[in-house]
């Protein structure tokens, strides 16, 4: 009788271990995105970048887990690198000033992290209206 309640108090637990856990994303891993935003072709150098894990929808601006300004390299291209993110479901939202046009720009797209590698993502941008 033991034997066949332990069996039947066991069982579950043991299943719930044995299944695999969808890939969770955020910080822990080893992918890192550089991230560039784009109006009418043209880099944007006036522009934060925001970010929300395991998402695939734009959020509340105050709800994505981490944002970080746009920097510009030696040869003038603007971007940033998300560091240490693991496999998952990201929402990459890009907000700034397109100085050609003396407007603000914003957009944003669903981005899936399948290999923690190093990846370049190209947020396109539009007038805010």
Not at 2 to 8: D, S
Not at 27 to 50: E, F, M, P, Q, W
Not at 65 to 70: G, N
Request: with cysteine; hydrophobic share 40%; net charge negative.
């Amino acid at each position: 009788m033991k034997t066949i309640l332990y069996f039947v108090f066991c069982i579950p637990f043991i299943l719930v271990g044995a299944c695999k856990k969808k890939p969770s994303a955020g910080l822990g891993g080893s992918a890192n995105l550089k991230v560039r935003a784009v109006h009418h072709n043209a880099n944007i150098d006036s522009c934060t970048i925001y970010i929300k894990f395991n998402s695939s929808e734009a959020v509340d601006l105050s709800e994505y887990d981490v944002s970080q300004v746009l920097k510009a390299d030696t040869n003038g291209n603007s971007y940033t690198v998300f560091e240490g993110l693991k496999s998952g479901n990201y929402y990459l939202f890009a907000q700034g000033w397109d100085p050609s046009i003396s407007q603000n720009v914003k957009g944003g797209i669903p981005y899936t992290i399948v290999d923690e590698t190093d990846i370049s993502v190209v947020i396109p941008v539009t007038e805010v209206h």
